[in-house]
């Protein structure tokens, strides 16, 4: 316990010891001297060294340079003990004034135990810097009335150094008027005054430049520059001068008063107010004259003040002094001599009376429009007078003299307001004078409409094209006439002329704004049942009496697809499917069945193409697309199936496309079956037209053919022993009856007719011989009332050949 308690004690007492060593230490001040502006890098000392202190131990005890009120600008090398320059040292930037001594006062402090040394830099300074003037530029303002021996400060120029570096002296560039007196005060600075040397003439020199130059004691020596403007203030020495002792000036009588007769220009070569002159008359200037005439004392400007008339006075004489305006005036004078120009200086005068502005526009020719008198005050052939119109604009009026002063402005051709609408007479109006004046009068004369336009339409007819299936008041047109007449003249109402078609109005089929003339729709317009309209619309305007135009409107029904194909051949009853037999025998080409099918729309939308949308076997039969012919592709073979299906589409050519379909069951068979069931129906028609006069014509004569043909062969048959019946499976007898077909077992000619009727339905012929010699006639079932038209001609209508002698048999269902 006792140990621990004296250990404090003693760590006091020591420390006590070394605060009392390192006062002593301090009290001795190791001092440096250097010049300014030395490199970075520099070595001032070796501390270490100086201050008795080894190398190592300066980085053991953690030594720093401490500065005292100023920038760190040296470093410790604390392994090789050197005071390095950190960077340039500005004396300047340090010691602010211009002492001779400069100190950098630092302490360089080790740890362990502490330990603090005073050094003191002294910053000698060198020549770097120029002297420098406060005004680059000094003004001054020196009367040309100054004696010479006057003196005038300058501003001194300053330089940051000191001692020998400091200004030395002064240089004042060549001049004759100026020179310079160089005085030193007591701290041994310069200053300069400028001294004059001679009379000053601001009109011959007014300004001077001079360059004032201080020069430091420095090696080398630096110097500095100042420009003195001397600015010479002048004195009223001369007096104003006019460019001509005596002016003549002319001036026609009756100017307008303000006008300027002349200007007069004196000069004063003294400046600032000796140089400002005034003008005014003298005592011998008359009164009379200076009534008519001013005088602008300020610019000399004589303006005319009065009226000049030459045959009162032919000329002016004036006497007129400038003066200026110093404090001494001096002046100047002139003689001006004004002569009067007589002149035609009196213009005619026009006098409109009774005049009308507005005429309708149908006024007839020779309506008086106004009254004109002219006047002229001259006399002589000065007061001579000439009206004329303006014939350029080719006017419809013209002057007639009435009386001695007056003149008649007549209407002389008609008016028109649809081509001119408002006329602007001018009246040209001119004197004998020399020169001639002259005067023009304008009249504006406005013309009033009347209804005599009927409106017009731009086209004399319109054709117009709507789709069929249109919306209803669908906008067709805008049947726009023009009337040039004005305000209800012009106002039109359209209307449609009524019109029946069918025991209908065209105005429960059209309609017409009254006010614009858009034509609408009131109706949807089927192409399949009306294609074309004729009507016409009426224009009427609101005059009195109004007056009207029409139009022929030819509205062209188009047609759109709206009609899918219909199939009319093979014949079948609705949505049932058509059935052929054919043998198996047959050829490639055989014709196995013709789709037809019509379409009730036109042109491209009618137009019908035929495409197999489904086939059994699709080597085996061919569709041609145009006409719908089904001819076999090639022949049968035995791995055929005896069933084969078709699906036929007959597709029109709109936009979109429409189309119908039919199926097309074949059967073959190894040799042909007679239909014994087959009837024969009657035609029967509602109406007999030419046509089914021509078929019945036609028809008789191929039965007759026909006749003599089935005679001829029963004549041949009974001739020859009958041949064996032929045997065959027991056919589907309801497929059989059902087609309107002809089966033959070898290839024959066949030649068809096909006649296509407005309902649909058709009527077909085909003769075949079969190989056995049967014949089969077939004739479907025509509807009742069923009208139809040829859409085709029969290619060739004959019996087939017969390629042996033998006697045939003909057979002939019902």
């Known amino acids: ?213 201080a020069v430091d004691g420095g090696v080398p020596a630096r110097s500095g520059t100042a420009s003195i403007v001397i600015n010479v203030l002048d004195i009223n020495d001369n007096a104003p001068v006019f460019n001509q002792s005596v002016y003549t000036v002319n001036v026609t009588e009756n100017a307008s008063l303000g006008s300027v007769v002349m200007t007069l220009n004196a000069t004063d070569q003294d400046e600032g107010k000796n140089a400002e002159l005034l003008y005014s008359y003298t005592l011998y200037t008359s009164e009379k004259t200076q009534e008519i005439f001013s005088l602008d004392p300020n610019t000399g400007e004589i303006k005319v003040k009065g009226p000049i008339d030459y045959e009162e006075i032919q000329s002016f004489e004036m006497y007129i002094q400038a003066h200026d305006k110093g404090s001494t005036p001096l002046s100047g004078q002139c003689k001006v001599t004004l002569y009067v120009v007589d002149l035609n200086d009196n213009y005619p005068v026009v006098t409109i009376k009774s005049l ?193 135009a029409n139009v022929t409107v030819r509205v062209v029904v188009q047609d759109q697809n709206d009609n899918a194909p219909v199939i009319v051949a093979p014949w079948r009853p609705q949505g049932s499917v058509v059935e052929e037999v054919i043998p198996r025998s047959a050829d490639k080409g055989h014709l196995i069945a013709k789709v037809i099918a019509i379409d009730a729309d036109a042109e491209q939308n009618a137009r019908v193409t035929y495409q197999v949308l489904q086939m059994s076997d699709a080597s085996l039969f061919s569709l041609d697309q145009y006409n719908g012919e089904i001819r076999t592709a090639r022949m049968f073979s035995y791995r055929d199936p005896r069933q084969q299906r078709l699906v036929i589409v007959a597709k029109d050519n709109g936009e979109p496309p429409l189309s119908a379909t039919v199926t097309v069951k074949i059967a073959t068979v190894e040799n042909a079956l007679p239909f014994s069931e087959a009837t024969e129906v009657p035609i029967e028609y509602d109406v007999f037209t030419d046509l089914n006069l021509y078929l019945v014509i036609g028809l008789g004569a191929v039965s007759f053919l026909l006749l003599i043909t089935i005679l001829v062969i029963i004549v041949l048959k009974c001739q020859k022993p009958k041949p064996k019946p032929l045997k065959m499976p027991p056919p589907n007898r309801n497929s059989v009856i059902s087609r309107n077909s002809i089966i033959s077992q070898r290839s024959s000619t066949i030649a068809d007719s096909t006649l296509i009727s407005s309902d649909a339905y058709w009527y077909s012929l085909f003769l075949a011989e079969t190989r056995k010699g049967n014949v089969v006639v077939r004739q479907p079932i025509v509807p009742k009332g069923a009208g139809y038209f040829v859409s085709s001609i029969p290619r060739s209508i004959g019996p087939s050949e017969i390629s042996d002698s033998r006697a045939s048999t003909l057979e002939y269902s019902k």
């Open 1 to 213: 316990m006792a140990l621990c308690a004296s250990a404090p004690r003693t760590q006091w007492m020591a420390a006590l010891w070394l605060l009392a060593a390192l006062w002593g230490r301090a009290a001795a001040i190791t001092r440096y001297s250097i010049p300014e502006e030395m490199a970075a890098g520099s070595v001032v000392a070796n501390l270490a060294t100086d201050l008795g202190l080894e190398v190592r131990s300066l980085k053991e005890r953690a030594a720093k340079l401490d500065v005292i009120q100023s920038k760190n600008y040296l470093d410790i090398n604390k392994e090789t003990g050197d005071l390095v320059i950190r960077e340039k040292i500005d004396r300047e930037s340090i010691c602010m004034s211009k002492t001779a001594s400069c100190f950098l006062k630092m302490d360089v402090v080790l740890e362990n135990p502490i330990r603090i040394f005073n050094i003191e830099l002294e910053i000698m300074d060198i020549n770097d810097n120029a002297p420098v003037f406060r005004r680059k530029t000094m003004h001054l303002d020196i009367s040309e009335a100054a004696a010479p021996g006057e003196r005038f400060s300058l501003t001194n120029a300053v330089d940051a150094d000191v001692g020998a570096n400091s200004i030395k002296t002064y240089f004042l560039s060549e001049s004759d008027s100026f020179s310079i007196d160089i005085q030193t005060g007591s701290d041994g600075s310069k200053y300069v005054d400028l001294v004059l040397n001679s009379d000053l003439d601001r009109e011959q020199r007014g300004l001077q430049t001079l360059i004032l130059t």
């Open 356 to 548: 009308k502005t507005r005429v309708p526009e149908d006024v007839p020719v020779g309506t008086l429009i106004a009254v004109v008198s002219v006047s002229d005050k001259d006399s002589g052939a000065n007061g001579e007078v000439e009206i004329s119109l303006n014939h350029a604009a080719r006017l419809p009026f013209v002057l007639n003299k009435s009386s001695e002063d007056y003149l008649e402005l007549l209407v002389s051709q008609p008016l028109d307001r649809e081509t001119t609408s408002r006329y602007e007479i001018t009246l040209r109006v001119r004197d004998r004078g020399s020169p001639p004046l002259g005067e023009n009068e304008t009249l504006i004369l406005e013309v009033l409409d009347i209804n005599d336009n009927a409106p017009a339409f731009p086209q004399s007819s319109y054709t117009i094209h709507v789709a069929e299936n249109n919306a209803l008041g669908a906008l067709l047109t805008s049947l726009s006439a023009y009337d040039p007449d004005l305000n209800e003249n012009q106002y039109l109402v359209y209307f449609i002329m009524e019109k029946e078609v069918a025991n209908t109005s065209m105005s429960m089929l059209f309609s017409i704004n009254p006010e614009n003339g858009n034509l609408y729709a009131l109706k949807t317009f089927d192409y399949e049942i009306e294609r074309d309209f004729l009507f016409h619309v009426e224009a009427r305007d609101s005059g009195s009496p109004p007056l009207s």
